[in-house]
């Protein structure tokens, strides 16, 4: 639901993740091997967090993000926290990548706060608006596997239903800015109609802001159907490609607003400022001024920390020249 935000034009953020720090692998390896407690952990887990913060405050961006320092695989890290599953051992995912897929073995179910704790602790530590940061219904589907629902349906629905509850945590606590990502729908566009019910039983009149990322992918497919996502804004990869996703989207409605990633985080070479600034004046072939805020491509986890610094700085700097030359 479209709030009022008092934010600048071209309002700039991050997609959600940073770059873990050493200590923080170090610590959950040694908490995995019952050498350190759940509470030196935590402790740590926040001290990343503060550093998320205050670099996001040096770098200038509107609106922060926790940065996800306690947070490992996307649907594994929700499923653990609620009611329903059972997590599998390490599957083979792109490659030589593993990871651990949560398995439903029964009904799901809300069990506690899944990431209210770190919006807290972030929210506390500035005066600008922290996201909140959910992986969405359909992405949590389609990477589970189900042994308990009859239909993909019906385990959007289950999810929907406790990522709300998450939702109206947040919304209590005072979250302004809701982000629920749905990354699974790059490579699964013909389901988009059933993303966008799972996204508008978690949102539906809830007083926030909304957001959903979506990885690069089958755009062909995804940008007909686009408008039909329930959210105030979708936040896309268009640097990546070099802006060629801007042409898949003519021609098509959209009505939301657009999180335009212009800084390429899949590769070590900084996006500079000059480039960004072409990039906006691109998009603002396609899109209105007001519809526009500013990220980068994706999460930051896989860059360093110095190099998340660097590009994001760019990126502020290129937004500032922008609001001047559009105002
Ligand atoms: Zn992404």
Redesign the pocket.
């Known amino acids: 639901m479209k709030i009022d935000l008092n934010l600048p034009l071209f309002p700039t953020t991050s ?1 959600g993740s940073f770059p873990k720090p050493e200590y923080l692998a170090t610590a959950r390896a040694q908490f995995y091997r019952n050498e350190i407690s759940r509470e030196a952990l935590l402790a740590l887990e926040e001290q990343a967090t503060r550093e998320f913060i205050l670099l996001q405050e040096r770098v200038g961006l509107d609106v922060l993000v926790d940065g996800e320092a306690e947070r490992g695989d996307m649907a594994t890290f929700f499923a653990e926290k609620m009611n329903g599953f059972k997590i599998s051992e390490p599957v083979r995912s792109y490659g030589n990548r593993y990871y651990k897929k949560p398995r439903i073995v029964s009904a799901i179910e809300f069990r506690e706060p899944m990431t209210k704790h770190f919006f807290e602790y972030a929210q506390k530590l500035t005066s600008k608006p922290v996201k909140g940061m959910l992986t969405g219904p359909y992405t949590m589907m389609d990477w589970s596997f189900n042994e308990f629902y009859g239909s993909r349906e019906e385990v959007v629905r289950a999810f929907a239903k406790v990522l709300r509850e998450e939702a109206i945590e947040l919304m209590k606590a005072g979250c302004k800015i809701i982000q629920v990502d749905e ?1 699974a729908l ?1 490579v699964r566009s013909d389901e988009i109609e059933l993303a966008a019910e799972g996204l508008r039983l978690v949102l539906d009149g809830l007083e926030m802001y909304s957001i959903t ?4 992918g089958a755009f062909e497919f995804l940008a007909p159907k686009i408008h039909l996502l329930p959210v105030d804004q979708i936040d896309l ?1 268009f640097a990546g490609r070099d802006f060629e996703l801007l042409e898949q989207l003519r021609g098509h409605e959209f009505p939301q607003d657009v999180g335009l990633g212009v800084y390429d985080v899949h590769t070590h070479k900084i996006t500079p400022q000059a480039k960004i600034e072409e990039y906006i004046a691109k998009a603002l072939t396609f899109f209105r001024p007001e519809q526009i805020w500013v990220d980068p ?3 930051l986890k896989t860059r360093t920390f110095e190099e998340s610094e660097k590009g994001l700085a760019e990126m502020v700097a290129a937004t500032k020249a922008a609001r001047l030359s559009n105002k």
């Open positions: 997609v990354p790059s990322h979506i990885c690069y990869e491509d994706c999460g």
